[in-house]
């Protein structure tokens, strides 16, 4: 009874990685280091066990065949057991801005091939000196929006005051700027309450912005251009806000952000000239 307790005390490790002799051989090791090995051949596989199962180390190959990769691993052992160690490791070791990326969420990256003596050594520091990551720490991509509301706006504002092709039309900020609120508002609650691409359903914001830029003296060219800073403001500011980015729902998000802003755009533009029509008639 007492080596089962002594047992059940053992770190548990992920071990992902698609090559079958890395898996036994590294698994084996792991085992008589004193460690409660799991492996995984696939992503699908790795998640399913994180989903199931509470880690202590994660220990991915950066590079899986098939959907997802070391990415889509982290991001999930990171929201499911925030606590763990993240070790990620890959063939290739000039990976630039990637490995600044992942280092975001993993704790560290590795280069194979793997020197066993420092990586147990590496794991046991890594279990002594890790400090507890609350789940609070990692949020969806709808409030870090929310939150950030402002600067996006802010920025969009400095992006657009560089456009010749915008500034052409002059209007004091709030003039300029008095749709967006609404529109990221739009945006959060599509993101909170999600709908399946492609999908219609009516933005009162864009519907009124188009009427207001028609008034104003835009053009469509104009009103697709300020659409295009408005994406590219926003997805800087997930960009400024990595460290905490849910990442395992990110792809889905952005794909979301993408859908809502070109349907916003859509009916702006139908607005747009909806409103002309009228004025012509």
């Keep these: 009874m007492e080596i089962e307790s002594i047992q059940k005390e053992y770190p548990k490790i992920l071990l992902v990685d698609d090559s079958e002799q890395v898996r036994s051989t590294l698994g084996k090791v792991l085992s008589v280091s004193g460690f409660q090995v799991t492996t995984a051949a696939t992503v699908s596989e790795a998640l399913h066990c994180i989903d199931t199962e ?22 999930a052992m990171r929201h499911k057991n925030p606590t763990a160690v993240t070790l990620v490791f890959t063939g290739y070791p000039a990976l630039g801005q990637a490995m600044d990326a992942i280092l975001l969420q993993a704790d560290e990256v590795l280069v194979k091939p793997m020197d066993i003596p420092a990586l147990l050594s590496l794991i046991h520091g890594r279990l002594e000196t890790r400090m507890e990551r609350k789940a609070a720490n990692i949020e969806r991509v709808a409030a ?14 400095s992006r657009v005051e560089q456009e010749d092709e915008l500034t052409c039309v002059p209007l004091n900020q709030i003039a300029r700027t008095g749709h967006l609120p609404k529109l990221l508002q739009e945006l959060v609650h599509r993101l909170r309450v999600p709908r399946l691409l492609g999908t219609k359903a009516v933005s009162e914001a864009a519907v009124q912005h188009g009427k207001v830029r028609q008034s104003q003296g835009y053009s469509v060219e104009m009103m697709v251009e300020e659409s295009r ?23 889905g998000d952005v794909m979301t952000i993408a859908d809502e802003c070109d349907s916003q755009l859509k009916q702006t533009i139908s607005s747009f000239n909806k409103q002309l029509g009228l004025l012509a008639a």
């Design 144 to 157: 870090i929006l929310e939150r950030d509301a402002s600067q996006t706006i802010a920025e969009w504002l």
């Design 229 to 251: 800073i408005l994406q590219v403001s926003i997805f800087h500011t997930l960009q400024k806000n990595l460290s905490t980015v849910d990442f395992s729902l990110l792809l």
């Design 54 to 75: 509470s880690f202590d180390v994660l220990l991915s190959d950066l590079h899986m065949p098939g959907a997802g990769d070391g990415f889509t691993v982290v991001g």
